[in-house]
């Protein structure tokens, strides 16, 4: 029988806000993975509930906690590069704190990457919630091309929810890679990330997302990261315009191609996530608002 230490350590980044009953459903789900060598870091960003006291219980049963609290609100998404950056295992997850694992999931992450060590990220399909109601399955990402630039231009292409940005990734490829305080942040770190490496998507679910809190609007969520109310009402023109500026200017990790290839690649990803959106969803979403117009005279008070 291996020993906790033969496991690669895995860290689980929580950054958390006034979640001092609801964080526990996502500990438990964590806990009941039972897999021996993890780490879970826990930022509260300064609640003003008692977040902070009931993490220290926690953590008194459970040392693999190391939870730490902000002296002030420094936003959502500076916490969670905190946790990200606190992290030491050889693997890294974001968990967000009104979510959960699917069981046993961890285990099968660790056995596909230690294994395929081309892979910069895996994860389950990611499920989706409205309160205790299914929503929908995200699925699909699977990115197992040779060519890097392809790779990044079929995940802006296929990207809606972003639910993928809650996989398990290679800690070391993160070092250049940051979640940005722009709508789309969770598109362009894996877009990052689909250079360096390749994506699987396994045919199960592994993720289970709450579409409550700040995800429930563009417009809320825009604002409670600081991007721009234009963001909030075209959020996929910005989208598109911010994936354009992550390879062009903004990330380290496209520095290594040539200018025309950098500038081919900016210009298709602006594309992708522009027509992935208005080319696929938009007409659907428009053409359902007519259809309910157009039914309301007929409906049966």
């Not at 961890?106 to 081309?118: D, G, S």
Request: proline share 4%.
């Amino acid at each position: 029988m291996k020993s906790k230490n033969e496991y690669p350590l895995i860290s689980i980044g929580i950054p958390t806000y006034n979640r001092n009953y609801g964080i526990r459903k996502t500990l438990e789900s964590i806990w009941q993975q039972q897999y021996p060598n993890l780490e879970i870091i826990i930022s509260d960003n300064c609640s003003t509930d008692n977040t902070s006291e009931v993490l220290a219980e926690f953590a008194k049963e459970h040392p693999e906690i190391k939870a730490y609290r902000q002296e002030k609100n420094i936003t959502m998404i500076p916490n969670f590069n905190f946790v990200l950056e606190k992290a030491s295992g050889k693997y890294f997850m974001w968990v967000a704190d009104d979510d959960t694992l699917e069981p046993g999931i961890l285990q099968r992450y660790v056995e596909f990457v230690e294994a395929n060590p081309e892979y910069s990220v895996v994860s389950g399909q990611s499920k989706y919630w409205h309160d205790d109601d299914p929503a929908l399955i995200e699925r699909g990402f699977n990115f197992d091309t040779n060519w890097a630039g392809l790779r990044v231009f079929r995940y802006y292409f296929k990207v809606i929810y972003g639910g993928i940005i809650h996989g398990m990734m290679r800690r070391e490829m993160t070092k250049d890679v940051r979640l940005r305080k722009i709508i789309g942040n969770d598109y362009h770190f894996i877009a990052c990330l689909a250079y360096l490496g390749k994506i699987k998507n396994f045919e199960f679910v592994g993720y289970h997302k709450n579409f409550g809190g700040t995800s429930k609007s563009f417009k809320e969520y825009a604002k409670a990261i600081g991007d721009s109310p234009f963001a909030g009402k075209f959020p996929h023109v910005k989208m598109a315009g911010d994936a354009f500026k992550e390879v062009m200017f903004r990330s380290r990790v496209f520095d290594e191609m040539s200018y025309i290839s950098k500038l081919v690649l900016a210009i298709s990803s602006f594309l992708g996530v522009f027509f992935c959106y208005y080319g696929r969803i938009f007409p659907f979403s428009v053409g359902g608002k007519i259809k309910r117009t157009l039914l309301r005279p007929f409906k049966v008070a």
